[in-house]
């Protein structure tokens, strides 16, 4: 990774018997846009119980405060639909290919 060799491609595949995990995907994209996806993928596993069966977004944006994000644009990512249509991407990516997370994949010159 050092010399450029390598490329680490982080990609979300939110299952769906948990019934928020599309949120919390949406939540950690809206989270990268600020350069912050592995701070907020480690929160949500750490707080899983918090947000598991929320009926609201809110419990994200709190996790958000938490990691001194800006909120308005947090808000604002979550209550569109980009980094939610990124997170379907990874899942239709997905499909056919991986059906267990985590999965690793390497791919050599390609």
Not at 21 to 44: F, I, K, P, R, V
Request: aromatic letters at 10%.
């Amino acid at each position: 990774i050092d010399k450029g060799d390598l490329l680490w491609v982080a990609k979300t595949l939110p299952l769906s018997e948990h019934t928020n995990a599309l949120s919390s995907a949406t939540a950690a994209e809206c989270a990268s846009e600020q350069g912050q996806y592995w701070e907020m993928h480690d929160l949500l596993f750490q707080t899983q119980d918090e947000w598991a069966e929320s009926s609201d977004d809110s419990v994200f944006i709190t996790l958000a405060d938490q990691l001194e994000l800006e909120i308005s644009a947090f808000t604002t990512c979550l209550n569109s639909r980009k980094a939610l249509e990124r997170v379907i991407q990874d899942m239709y990516d997905a499909q056919g290919f991986i059906s267990r997370t985590p999965t690793f994949v390497i791919i050599v010159n390609g």
